[in-house]
Each structure stands twice: as structure tokens, then as C-alpha cells.
């Protein structure tokens, strides 16, 4: 309400209420009409459970329990991993989330070693048998922050009927992040780091391998648009949903070095052009996620490569 002295002026509606207790991630939907949030919540036991939740203004339509699905391990939260990205369609979520692991049970486990949790897993999910010595065994994961994400999986979950797809075609070399949908919603787009011969050594290495890769939804091919051999970040669909933006730089040598700013167009064959754009190296990967969200800048940029493009 605005008032002036002692009367009213104007009333509008309010906005809407965010309850705010556990939070990870939410995101709005193209419209502005549907908000997805991730909630984590921790029962009296001590167990984590993560929860998807679809808001409609201020009223929650939908709680959708991830952790009693059991389709994959706890969802991505950070910055360079995780995303929580809306379909064009509105009808589907993406995601990233530790991928599932098997169940595993030790050589000399007896009957009465054996929970209540553990026989109704057993009774409930008969065709999973458990791997027999695997108990103790060693994953390797990404440290420095990230902490128990040892392998990332691109999860999409459907809002009509909650059921959750963890897609595959990914090669097992790369790790995804950083991934959003494909116009028409025809495939995925993501960034893929590769992980051999070791993950550690990410969160303030953006020389490390990496590309851009395109995966169909319908077939479960997937392509690498990116070189082969350098480092990709920051991927962004530009706003007629034509072309992707995404910075690049060589693999290896220096920490925030120079990067050319390159384009991939989806309706020219898939063809690259770049630019050479020179930042300064001591800006760190996040103020460049950043940076990137000015539209003015944007679409200042796209003008600039679309310019050097003859047929």
C-alpha cells in the first residue's frame, strides 16, 4: 500500500511468499507463472532428504520426495555442477545429481548385522542384489568444495507425472554441468570436463579440458560441438534461441588466461565461429558466469559475430 498523509493511494496485490527454511537452488519458469525449488530437510533421525517442490505464485502444487525415488544420489547445488533449469514447454526440469550407486554388503555380513532399512531395501527392490566386498571401497572425487560429487548425471524430471529420466549417451570420460535445454527442447546442452586420469583440481582450474556437447533426447546421440582440445565455460542461449554463447581457452598452461568468446549456430550446420575477446586474467570463472547476464552486453556480442558471418 502507498499512502499520502492519512490516505491510501494506491493497494496493490502483494508478492509472492518464499518460504525461504532449506533451500538449495529454485529457478522461475519462462513465463514467470511457475517456480521450482530444491529443499533439503533433516528428520528427527538425522536422515537428509531432498524434495522438488512447483509453485504456482503462493500456493506449492507439487512436493515431489527425490530421495524416496532412489533414481539417482543428492542433486548438485554449486556453481560449477549444479543447475535447475526450466523446459521451454514448461512440462520438464532438468538437473544434475550424483549418479546412483549399486548396493553394496560386506563378505562377512551376517543376518543380525542386517537393519530394518536394509531388509525392507532387500524385499522392496529384489532384482538390485547387493555387491558382496564392495563396502569399503575408494571414489574418487572432485575435492576442493567438492567434497562426496564423484560422478555427475543429467536428470530430467517430468512435472505431470514425476517420473525421472537420468538421460544416457554421455561418454564415460566426461563429467556434465552447467546445462540447460536445447531450443524446441530437443536435446540437452552441457559442459562435459573430463575426468581422466583425475578429477581433483576444478573449482579455480578453468584450463581444465573441457567442451561443449549436445545430447538428443530422442535418439541419445551425443556430439561434441566445442574443439577437442580446449577448455569451455559459461555456455548461454541467446534470446531468439539460435545460436550459443560460451567462452573458451586453451587446456593446460595458466590459470585465467586469455579466452576467445565463441558461437555455435544450431540452424548453420552446426558450424563454429569465434571471436578473440581478451579479459583479464586475474577475473575468476564466477564473476564471468556473471558478467555474461547483461543483455545489453549480450546481444551487443551476438551483432558483433552475426557481423563477420558472410554467406
Known amino acids: 500500500m502507498f499512502y499520502d498523509d492519512d490516505s491510501i493511494v494506491y493497494a496493490g496485490p502483494s508478492g509472492n511468499c518464499t518460504e525461504l527454511q ?117 571414489w ?44 524446441n527442447d530437443t536435446g540437452i546442452l552441457f559442459v562435459g570436463w573430463d575426468h581422466e586420469p583425475q578429477r581433483l583440481g576444478l573449482v579455480y582450474c578453468t584450463n581444465r579440458k573441457s567442451g561443449l556437447y549436445y545430447v538428443d533426447l530422442t535418439g541419445g546421440n551425443c556430439v561434441q560441438l566445442s574443439s577437442q582440445a580446449n577448455s569451455v565455460w559459461s555456455p548461454r542461449l541467446s534470446p531468439d534461441k539460435c545460436r550459443i554463447v560460451y567462452f573458451e581457452g586453451d587446456a593446460g598452461g595458466p590459470h585465467h588466461q586469455c579466452c576467445k568468446l565463441c558461437m555455435v549456430s544450431f540452424y548453420l550446420e552446426n558450424r563454429l565461429y569465434q571471436i578473440k575477446y581478451f579479459l583479464n586474467k586475474n577475473i575468476h570463472s564466477q564473476k564471468l558466469f556473471i558478467w555474461v547476464k547483461s543483455v545489453s552486453q549480450f546481444i551487443y556480442l551476438l551483432k558483433l559475430l552475426a557481423s563477420n558471418y558472410t554467406e
Open 140 to 183: 574418487e572425487d572432485w575435492g576442493e568444495t567438492f567434497t562426496q560429487k564423484t560422478t555427475p548425471v543429467l536428470c530430467v524430471l517430468d512435472i505431470e507425472s514425476n517420473n525421472i529420466s537420468v538421460l544416457e549417451g554421455i561418454p564415460d570420460h566426461i563429467s556434465p554441468g552447467q546445462a540447460f535445454w536445447a531450443p
Open 22 to 138: 532449506g533451500e538449495l537452488l529454485s529457478k522461475e519458469s519462462p513465463s514467470g507463472f511457475l517456480k521450482a525449488v530444491l529443499r533439503e530437510h533433516i528428520n528427527k533421525k538425522g536422515e537428509e532428504k531432498q524434495f522438488l517442490e512447483i509453485w504456482n505464485k503462493n500456493s506449492k502444487e507439487k512436493s515431489i520426495n527425490l530421495t524416496a525415488l532412489d533414481k539417482h544420489g543428492k542433486v548438485y547445488e554449486d556453481d560449477q555442477f549444479g543447475c535447475l533449469v526450466w523446459s521451454h514447454s514448461e512440462t520438464h526440469i532438468l538437473y544434475i545429481a550424483e549418479k546412483k550407486r549399486p548396493k553394496t554388503e560386506s563378505f562377512f555380513q551376517t543376518k543380525s548385522q542386517i537393519t530394518e532399512e536394509d531388509e525392507y531395501s532387500i524385499k522392496s527392490d529384489k532384482q538390485e542384489k547387493p555387491v558382496k566386498g564392495d563396502d569399503f571401497v575408494y
